[in-house]
Every structure is written in structure tokens, then in C-alpha cells.
């Protein structure tokens, strides 16, 4: 058999994976996870308008840098609603959430398919707040059943499976909080205990301990969605039709500042973000969820735009997740 020589290969591609530059050969580097690309948001659950008007298990996922509706993803492992979210840069959590489960669920972000089983929180939670590092997801405040507020945060290792472990506690009693994080620090907004609170605590994630006083929001908020960049954080909407958006710089401490409006105020809204984006998803206006999407830039001030629609039936208490968020540095 004679010998076959190829002297130069033009712009060749092999399967999508493989590139050439020069003479030489570069193959992809890496976790297998990331080699999707990143800057996807998943939204988690959700209850559904009619025709369904039930809880729901879909997972939906969309592109943060783009604009257009969401995309089926897969089933996570019950049907909820209002869990408390957060992720790694591969991998997304929903804990607890509405009706009175303690499931947590793991999925890969970067591909598409349903929930895992990862463990249980240490108590059926409901309407708690999500946040997390690239190592560790943290679950702040909440109610169990009988409707009871709770101060108590748990947290896991994103990375590995099993129950959640207790964290401290915040200051006070609180429910329908919204969560945000930089690599160091979450922060918990909002919420109500009954009465509706305007105030903002933080943590430090990588430690254990009590919540510490931020400053306040410039409205009171329960069912508000925050998300953040590694140095501001938002916060957006809340029960009764509320569209204000708030922002904050994380590393400080002090009351938030006026950002500007949601396109539609509603409540139980899905959230998530990159370094430069911010989405705020679904939510509820009495009587009904809503479908749409919006978007925001971070680093600017000014009100959201339209990003596109939910796929499916109209949701809310979709909660959202990203492997770009301000947590992971």
C-alpha cells in the first residue's frame, strides 16, 4: 500500500469540535460541559395558565445574549413551583418549592434533558431565596407547612449530591425573598413575614453565619426576582402589579438606588443573568401568569426591553438560573 500525504488543509472543520491553526492541531481544552459555550439561563417549574393551570416540571432554556422565546430543555424530577435556584457554571440546582417538597434537583446546564435526583433540604421549603458561588449553592428564609415563616439558610456543594446542611440564619423571618450574588457575598431582598419588608442582608457564601443588615430597597417587595453581575446586584418587581427595578453595588453596603421599570410589573418572577444582561421572566398579575420576557443592561440604568415569549402556557414562579451569574466570578 503506498503512503498518502496531505501538505495543507484549508479552513477545515471535523465535526465542529476541531480546529487547525498553522501546521499544528488544537483540541478543545476544557471541562466536556463547557464545550457547548455558556450563557444559557434555564427557568425551573413554574404554574401554568390554563389550559394546565397546574404545577408544572418543564424546564425551558434560553440564549442570554440573544433576543427570542425560550426552548424546551427537559422535565425536572416533580412538578413545582417558586423554587429557590442557583448554579455552578455547569451545573443548575431547584430546591424545595411549592407544594411543600424538599426535592432538590441537579441538571447540566450546557445540554439539554431533565432534572437528577441530588438530595433533600433539611425541611419541605417553599418561596426561599436561591443564590450561590461557583462552589455553593445557598437557600435563605422560605416557609413550611403549616404557612410558618423560617430565618433559616442551608446550603450544598454544587458539585456533589446529597442533603443540604445548615448555614445560620437571617435576621429575621422571612418569605417570597429574592437572592443575588458576587463571588463572595449573596444577598436576600425583600420578602414579607406577613408585612411586606423592604430590607437587604448579606452573607459571605464561602463561610457559615447570620445574615447581616445591607440597607433597604426603595419600595417594600415580597415575590421580587433579584439577579446580579460580580458587582451590582438588581432586584425587580414584587405582588401587586410592582415594576420597579433596584440596583445595588454588592460590596458595599447602603440603601439600592432607582435602576428603572419592568416592562410589566408582576410578581413570582424568573431571573437570571451574565456579566452584562439581565432577564427578568413570566411573573404574576392577578388573575394570571404572564409570558413574557424582558432584558436589561447591568452596568447602565434605564427601563427593560423586550426579550420574547415563554414557550407554552403563561407561568409564574419559573424560577431562573445561569452559568454566567455574578457568583461565578
Known sequence: MSDFKVNTILNPQIAGITTYKGSGMTLPVGPTE???GRGRMLLMGGF???????????????????TGNSIDFGDMSVV?????????????????GEPAIATIDYTTISSAGGGNDFGDLRSATMNAAGLSDSTRGVFAGGYVNPIAQVTTIDFITIAS????????NLTEKKQNVGGCASPTR??????????????????TIATTGDGTD????????RQGAGLS????????????ALNAINYITIATTGDAVDFGDLTAGAGWIGSGASSIRGIFSGGYVSPAGLNRIDYVTIATTGNAADFGDLVGPALYGAMGLTDVHGGLG
Not at 48 to 66: D, K, R
Not at 161 to 168: A, I, K, Q, R, Y
Open 34 to 36: 463547557m464545550r457547548g
Open 48 to 66: 401554568g395558565n390554563s389550559p394546565n393551570n397546574a404545577y408544572q416540571n418543564q424546564i425551558q432554556y434560553l440564549t442570554i445574549a440573544t
Open 80 to 96: 413545582r413551583y417558586v423554587p429557590a435556584t442557583c448554579a455552578s457554571s455547569t451545573r443548575g440546582i431547584a430546591a424545595g
Open 161 to 168: 449530591t446529597g442533603n443540604s446542611s445548615f448555614f445560620g
Open 186 to 203: 449573596g444577598i436576600v431582598f425583600g420578602g414579607h413575614n406577613p408585612s411586606t419588608l423592604n430590607t437587604i442582608e448579606f452573607i
Open 214 to 221: 445591607f440597607g433597604n430597597l426603595l419600595n417594600g417587595s
Open 229 to 240: 453581575n460580580t458587582t451590582r446586584g438588581l432586584h425587580a418587581g414584587g405582588s401587586g
